[in-house]
């Protein structure tokens, strides 16, 4: 299935967890992917795992909270690949804080990587994205809507990236621009796996949320960025895809 054949893709946070699967999927779909990342060897190791399919896989390090890294990637790909066709935000940062603990270090950094990093992509990329058919794919999180203890800040960024992908679907509407927030449950990759939960604090909630498809993979949230930014869901824009295996059923 070459569903992204000739499909330029842009694609942050690609060198590891969902950003890498969604690289490696589009690729295998037949798309010419830019891949950022602010970890070179996490990038080498993406290139690595691609092999030889039928797309392109063009890696480039940058830091997405550096306003001039930002607007030199989207410079960079458009070069390299000839243009933008979808852009894919995956790039994040997860932290779990009790709230007396929390700083207002600890928001500017969630906050930046998680939001300020989409919004820069999305602003230096939608004059390049054609009208009538480009895609924005901006990665949110369940956190942004439902309750987890000891991740508010986690989940305000979150929740930022989710409202900001809702108004930036109506503003760009008329030029045919999509814009989908996806938003992952529980997801088992290198984000998660060092912020467990805080020692000594009660954490019952967790007991309690319990999603019947378990933790997901990484390409199984990649298969559904790739549906969103295909031709198959030409007719969704402005909607949030919440894929958490069925945890707030």
Known sequence: MNRFDGVKVLITGAGSGIGRATALRLVSEGAAVFAVDR????LAA???SAGPPP???VTHTADV?????VAGAVRAAAGRLGGID?????????????????TVADMELLFRVN????ALFCRQALPLLPDGSGVIVNVASSAAAHGN???TAYAASKGAVLGFSLSLAAEVAHRGIRVVPVSPGSVATPLAGPHVLPAGQDVSYYGRIRAPFGTAEPEQIAGVIAFAASRDAGYLTGAEIRADGGSHI
């Open 46 to 48: 993406t290139a690595a």
């Open 115 to 118: 939001a300020v990093g989409t």
């Open 86 to 102: 979808v852009l894919v935000n995956v790039a994040g940062i997860h932290r779990t804080t009790p709230i007396g603990e929390l």
């Open 39 to 42: 970890s070179g060897e996490g």
């Open 65 to 69: 909270t550096d306003e001039e890294a």
């Open 55 to 57: 797309g392109l896989l």
């Open 149 to 151: 203890p000891y991740m």
